[in-house]
């Protein structure tokens, strides 16, 4: 599919950016499911799934990559920067390589996000404080599955704009 850009569309990726912003803060609010283990459900994925659902590849990578990139500046947490954008990225470039495909259904999708995210994250700590951050691996891994159908499920439900 070629990459159309017109009012619509535009209009379209622009709110959806809006909503994961607002989606991601409101998340950073709430305290962490499970005490103790730094994961959130990933709300702003909804709308990262969204796009990915019926706007295709090209928008769910602007909104996911201008969500980390504007969160971290908005709310000033650079330090974060990192660890959002190494997550987004993998997750991206997973969900994006398997959308479409028969075999992979959106919560299958979702799921895999929400993993590779996590992985991403991972990642990024082994740069910034050790090997140390690998023992949040085996919840990281385990909490990605509940958290990538709660999502799926929301974005499978909302309406097309």
Not at 26 to 50: C, D, F, K, Q, R
Request: charged share 10%; with cysteine.
């Amino acid at each position: 599919m070629a990459y159309r850009l017109d009012a619509k569309r535009i209009t379209r990726i622009s709110l959806l950016l809006a909503v994961a912003l607002v989606l991601q803060y409101v998340e950073s609010l709430l305290p962490y499911p499970v005490p103790a283990i730094p994961i959130h459900i990933g709300l702003a994925n909804v709308a990262v799934l969204y796009a990915l659902k019926n706007e295709g590849r090209s928008a769910a990578c602007i909104i996911g990559v201008l969500r980390a990139l504007l969160f971290a500046l908005i709310l000033g947490r650079i330090s974060g920067l990192l660890y959002s954008l190494a997550g987004t990225s993998l997750s991206l470039l997973g969900m994006c390589l398997v959308f479409d495909r028969k075999q992979v259904s959106l919560f299958g999708t979702s799921v895999l996000g929400a993993f590779l995210f996590n992985i991403g994250q991972l990642i990024a700590g082994f740069f910034i404080v050790g090997s140390s951050i690998f023992a949040l691996a085996p919840w990281f891994g385990l909490l990605s599955v509940p958290c990538g159908l709660l999502t799926a499920l929301a974005a499978r439900y909302i309406p097309k704009l």
